[in-house]
């Protein structure tokens, strides 16, 4: 099972960045599907932004509506690594953000990192 472990959550004042991190255990290569999601408190786990990969170098790129334009999901394959980069950030973004990935059947969750956005 595939390891994914999170960094660089914050507190950060609104209008500010962040950039949080995801490290696979695993050559990301074999995953069809990355991203991130998040959960506030009270709130269910809601989806932020993946890698849909389409080919054997090709992926799709998608946000969630409140996220686009201010959020930016990128990866090296490199580093076997995955970021989010969060700028412009609201109150409303406080959350704990978590890193997903699907290969196959199976689905692997990290542990999450908490961002707060202060107003």
């Known amino acids: 099972q595939v390891q994914l472990v999170e960094s660089g959550g914050g507190l950060v004042q609104a209008g500010g960045s962040l950039r949080v991190s995801c490290a696979f255990s695993?050559?990301?290569?074999?995953?069809?599907?990355m991203g991130w999601y998040r959960q506030a408190p009270g709130k269910q786990r809601e989806w932020v932004a993946r890698?849909?990969?389409?080919?054997?170098?090709?992926?799709?790129?998608l946000y969630e509506d409140s996220v686009k334009g201010r959020f930016t999901i990128s990866r090296d394959h490199a580093k076997n690594t995955i970021y989010l980069q969060m700028d412009q950030l609201k109150p409303e973004d406080t959350a704990v953000y978590y890193c997903?990935?699907?290969?196959?059947?199976?689905?692997?969750w990290g542990r999450g990192t908490q961002v707060t956005v202060s107003s």
């Open positions: 997903n990935a699907v290969r196959g059947f199976q689905e692997a």
């Open positions: 695993e050559n990301i290569y074999s995953f069809s599907v």
């Open positions: 890698f849909t990969r389409r080919g054997s170098a090709t992926y799709d790129t």
